[in-house]
């Protein structure tokens, strides 16, 4: 029976790829990536024969790509799903085609790995019994502050993506709407210039202002729990 492999591959240092993403890499008739010129990399660090099919799968593409990796699956091909980093779906394309698999009764595994949540959170230094995944806060600032407000009243550790050039505006807002909390920013995870700044977001905020940083960013903010905010930092009650 054919299988849906969703393949967890590095977020940055490629030693982080499992033994078993190796050997199904090597092994599926076809791949379908998010980037073929990024999996081109790891496939060739690893000597890992290119399969006979490769093709791109991205968000500009999903429904036409998903509709040929169902096709490949119900002629008894397996196929292999990659991102650029870390774990399809997750921020990332692949949602659609999991849940056609799925629906479709064919078999999907996943191949656990590098991802960059849990590595910002364990990296920040805050609680991780209980986290809530934020994925890209919206854009414009109205809709940046509405979108964290929904989580001010939550105790649980929020873990966010962004782009460099809006860390700074993302930890305002952070700081307008939930006080002033324990928070970290991740840059350059697991890569050769990985960069974690700690502190409170009135810090943090001054500190990325204008900063001209590059690459991914993952930031951790604390939740709702006197321990991680600076008493008389609270946020205003809205009138």
């Known amino acids: 029976m054919s299988i849906l492999y969703v393949i967890a591959t590095p977020i940055g240092n490629l030693e982080d790829v499992s033994y078993r993403a190796v050997r199904v890499l090597g092994e599926i008739g076809a791949l ?12 060739d660090r690893y000597q890992i024969p290119r399969p006979k099919t490769l093709f791109s799968y991205h968000e ?22 990659v ?50 995944f934020k994925g890209f806060a919206p854009r414009t600032p109205k809709r940046r502050r509405d979108f964290l407000a929904t989580e001010k009243d939550l105790p649980h550790t929020l873990v966010f993506f962004e782009s460099p050039h809006r860390v700074g505006a993302l930890l305002a807002d952070a700081l307008e709407v939930l006080g002033n909390r324990k928070a970290a920013v991740c840059v350059e995870i697991t890569k050769m210039f990985e960069q974690v700044e700690r502190g409170y977001l009135a810090e943090l905020a001054e500190r990325f202002r204008e900063a001209g940083i590059k690459g991914e960013v993952t930031v951790v903010i604390a939740g709702n729990n006197p321990t991680f905010i600076r008493q008389g930092d609270e946020p205003a009650d809205p009138a």
Do not use: M, W
């Not at 036409?64 to 002629?75: D, P």
């Open 83 to 132: 991102t650029k980093a870390g774990y399809p779906g997750v921020s990332d394309p692949g949602y659609r085609v999991i849940s056609q698999a799925v629906e479709r009764g064919f078999r999907v595994e996943v191949l656990p790995g590098p991802g960059a949540v849990e590595t910002a959170l364990v990296l920040s230094g805050l609680p991780g019994v209980s986290f809530t």
């Open 60 to 81: 500009h593409n999903e429904e036409r790509a998903a509709r040929r990796i169902i096709g490949l699956l119900e002629k008894g091909t397996s196929v292999g799903l």
């Open 32 to 43: 379908a990536c998010e980037d073929t010129r990024r999996t081109r990399i790891l496939l």
